[in-house]
């Protein structure tokens, strides 16, 4: 059973940067693709951004596009979501997500994290 742990969620102020780190317990992690998700209070869970096993190939959702920066060490069976100039709106739980194919798509994804909390206040 794969695992995701995700950590580096904390409480910031608008304009700060953060970096979140999702480590996988399997090394298979090295032939999934990787997607970061977030979910406000309320809210159904947004794609963020993701990539391919190979790191060469990323996506991003629209409203992080220029912020946000995803990544991946697969020697470290490890992935990165590093975020700049946070805004209040990117007040979420954050999860990471493994699966076979780079998609923006929620179900695509077989394996999830348990989540981390980023909190930006108004």
Same mark, same amino acid.
């Given at each position: 059973? @794969?695992?995701? !742990?995700e950590?580096?969620?904390g409480l910031v102020q608008p304009?700060?940067s953060? /970096?979140?780190?999702? !480590? @996988?317990?399997?090394?298979?992690?090295?032939t999934y693709?990787?997607?970061?998700?977030?979910?406000?209070p309320g809210?159904e869970r947004?794609?963020v951004?993701?990539?391919n096993?190979?790191? #060469?190939?990323?996506? =991003?959702g629209?409203? !992080?596009?220029? #912020?946000?920066t995803?990544? #991946?060490?697969?020697?470290?069976?490890?992935a990165y979501? #590093?975020? @700049?100039?946070?805004k209040p709106?990117d007040t979420a !739980? =954050?999860y990471?997500?493994?699966?076979a /194919?780079?998609t923006?798509?929620?179900?695509a =994804?077989?394996?999830?994290g348990?989540? /981390?909390?980023v909190? @930006?206040?108004?």
């Open positions: 059973q @794969v695992q995701l !742990v950590s580096g969620g304009g700060d953060l /970096t979140l780190s999702c !480590v @996988v317990s399997e090394p298979s992690f090295r693709a990787t997607g970061w998700f977030r979910q406000a809210q947004e794609f951004a993701a990539i096993w190979a790191g #060469r190939s990323t996506t =991003y629209d409203s !992080v596009k220029g #912020r946000f995803i990544s #991946r060490d697969n020697s470290k069976n490890t979501l #590093r975020m @700049v100039n946070l709106e !739980v =954050y990471c997500a493994a699966g /194919t780079l923006t798509s929620t179900g =994804y077989n394996y999830w348990q989540g /981390t909390r909190t @930006v206040p108004r």
